[in-house]
């Protein structure tokens, strides 16, 4: 990876396998342009559940939280590709977030979305995504418009190779996927620097 290439990292809000979310994700990493290197993060069930007495400063912390907080640092913009549960966000989701808070990652971290909930959803997991938008604007991202799209995805979508088929949907992904990069680089030019995630701090 060079330093004008820009370091993505794909988080899915479901742990389940086979999940359209993932799937989506998978397909944005293989149509990623050579320019951006785009990771999946897959340590989100190892996560142990959120508790401010474990992250005390100076408290050593739990190795899968380590191991995350390493890979947000290491980003230059986060995509989330979540499904709604019970009317929210998934509780899994929402604890990877919580553990962001303690060292900042995701503040001014650029994040996009993909709401791929299929046709037959009643809302399309609008509520899923609006509790998603509460919780980055507490931590203090930079949620980047142009990358937050609504791309239907079903079951059917998904090839025997694990990515999305649909013609439609893949170009819609791949846009996805060059708005949150150009939006990284446009960010980098007017801070006058060649690459890095900025700084962290705490809210």
Request: charge should be neutral.
């Given at each position: 990876?060079?330093?004008?290439?820009?370091?993505?990292?794909?988080?899915?809000?479901?742990?389940r396998?086979?999940?359209?979310?993932?799937?989506?994700?998978?397909?944005?990493?293989?149509?990623a342009?050579?320019?951006?290197?785009?990771?999946?993060?897959?340590?989100?069930?190892?996560?142990p559940?959120?508790?401010?007495?474990?992250?005390?400063?100076?408290?050593?912390?739990?190795?899968?939280?380590?191991?995350?907080?390493?890979?947000?640092?290491?980003?230059?913009a986060?995509?989330?590709?979540?499904?709604?549960?019970?009317?929210?966000?998934?509780?899994?989701?929402?604890?990877?977030?919580?553990?962001?808070?303690?060292?900042?990652?995701?503040?001014?971290?650029?994040?996009?979305?993909?709401?791929?909930?299929?046709?037959?959803?009643?809302?399309?997991?609008?509520?899923?995504?609006?509790?998603?938008?509460?919780?980055?604007?507490?931590?203090?991202?930079?949620?980047?418009?142009?990358?937050?799209?609504?791309?239907?995805?079903t079951?059917?979508?998904?090839?025997?190779?694990?990515?999305?088929?649909?013609?439609?949907?893949?170009?819609?992904?791949?846009?996805?996927?060059?708005?949150?990069?150009?939006?990284?680089?446009?960010?980098?030019?007017a801070?006058?620097?060649?690459?890095?995630?900025?700084?962290?701090?705490?809210?």
């Amino acid at each position: 990876m060079t330093a004008a290439s820009v370091a993505l990292l794909l988080v899915s809000g479901s742990l389940r396998a086979g999940s359209t979310n993932s799937a989506v994700l998978r397909t944005a990493q293989a149509l990623a342009p050579r320019d951006v290197e785009a990771s999946f993060y897959a340590g989100m069930g190892e996560l142990p559940h959120f508790n401010p007495d474990d992250d005390a400063e100076g408290q050593a912390i739990h190795p899968a939280v380590a191991l995350m907080r390493t890979s947000v640092a290491r980003a230059d913009a986060l995509l989330v590709c979540t499904p709604e549960y019970a009317g929210a966000l998934p509780g899994a989701l929402k604890n990877l977030l919580e553990w962001t808070v303690g060292d900042a990652g995701t503040y001014e971290k650029p994040v996009g979305w993909i709401n791929a909930a299929g046709p037959a959803a009643p809302t399309g997991a609008a509520d899923a995504h609006a509790s998603l938008g509460k919780v980055l604007g507490y931590v203090g991202a930079d949620v980047v418009g142009s990358a937050c799209r609504r791309i239907p995805i079903t079951r059917r979508d998904v090839g025997e190779d694990g990515l999305i088929a649909d013609a439609e949907a893949r170009v819609a992904i791949r846009d996805t996927v060059a708005a949150l990069a150009d939006h990284v680089r446009r960010r980098r030019q007017a801070r006058g620097t060649e690459g890095g995630a900025p700084a962290a701090r705490r809210p």
